[in-house]
């Protein structure tokens, strides 16, 4: 059977190469998504055993639809009985893509009504819709004329792992986490840091990928545990298999300044199960020192949302610092957002990858950091990028040849102008980017309309009215008859 795994813009290599080690068939990638077949195991091992993933969607009806009413008639047709009965609560998830259905709530009403009537006509009777805790999701997919209706496998997001007790301000997302781990390719041969650690998401994300145990084991519930095709024995196998379970000599490391976060993230490690070898303590980032075996950094620092633009500055010129001085012969992995935030680091990066967190556009950049200069390490033969680094990059840098010659250039060697996202000034946040060029990007709405004069959807009401612009000009100065400035 066909099955889809939905996840975050940017991991969706990372997504089909898991899906690719439990032995999924018929691998394709899309937008945010990986389709593949199976059968019910391995419908189950996806939603047990993936970092990656969101969602694990069974499509169960493909049809094209210009308006609510073809919807209507082509769910109805669908024999719901195999799926639900009378007594079953359900509830439909839609996302549109489309000029034709404007209003996604207003199509996901028109296939609950094909549902209650398909049971109303057969049985006299109709279910319920369930809003907290259904028995049955059921997930309604538009784009443009094509419409895909599917069991929703998961229930809740698969982000929820299961382990958080506490959390920070704006935590990150486990799903990306565990993402930006794989991106470096880090699997536990080597001590882990991450020195703002915050609630610990990144540091327990490591330890499961250290100890490759699924991130299935927190969950209380699946939603396929309640179809009416649920094979109890068969899951029950799958969650007790530890076999792939690996030892882990070395250790995770976490810091952050601030002790209230310092105690959540120590819950949640704790929690987990991973403190035997997760070590979190209360330090500030420039006091830290010089790991004595050989470590990597992945951290998410704070983007300005939280304090201050000077002190957000200030704190990345501190990254700089440390990875400097107290960081020299390893690799540091760092999220953010803003490009005056990357440029205080000090550093050229030799990997640029984008990455969604949430609705930001962010960068993961890899640091590497070594004694001496740039220009000298190459001079001795040190090649910095890896064949792979350079394919990532591919989407950062134009290939043209430098002027006036005729022969091709190593891109490494070639500067190109910085992404025109990056040249706002702090604090625009209205500002909207639209490459030349973007075969190579992933967008978060793969159908949205082209119009590159559309605000936020936040930010809408104060954008109805283009404010007018400031007069920049200093005003002259005015004298009395003695020559004293006068002041207005």
Known sequence: MKIIAKTFAGLEELLAKELEKLGAQNIEQGIRMVSFTGDKAMLYRANFCLRTAVKILMPIHEFKASDADEVYNE???????????NDSTFVVDAVVFSEEFRHSRFAAYRVKDAIADFFREKTGKRPNVGISNPDIRI????AEDRVTISLDSSGESLHQRGYRVGTVTA?????????MIMLTGWDGDSDFIDPMCGSGTILIEAALIARNIYPGVFRKEFAFERWKDFDPDLFDEIYNDDSQEREFTHKIYGYDINRRAVAIAQENVKAAGVS???EVSQQDIRDME???QPAIIVTNPPYGERITSEDILGLYGDIGRTLKHAFVGNDA???SYHEECFSKIGFRPSTRIILY???LECEFRKYQVFEGKLKERREEGMDIKTSEDRQRNLKFKKKRPLPNSSEETDQDTVEEPRLTRHNFKWGDRGADYRPDNDNHYFKSRPFEKKNSDRKPKSDRKEWRKEKPKENTRKPKLRFD????PIKD
């Open 75 to 85: 769910v109805k047709k669908i024999d719901w009985s195999q799926y639900m009965d």
């Open 139 to 142: 997930n309604l997919h538009i």
């Open 171 to 179: 935590p990150l997302n486990e799903v990306l986490a565990a993402g």
């Open 276 to 278: 035997s070898f997760v």
């Open 290 to 292: 010089q790991p004595q």
């Open 333 to 335: 992995w760092i999220l």
């Open 357 to 359: 967190n949430g609705a």
């Open 481 to 484: 008859s003695e020559g004293r």
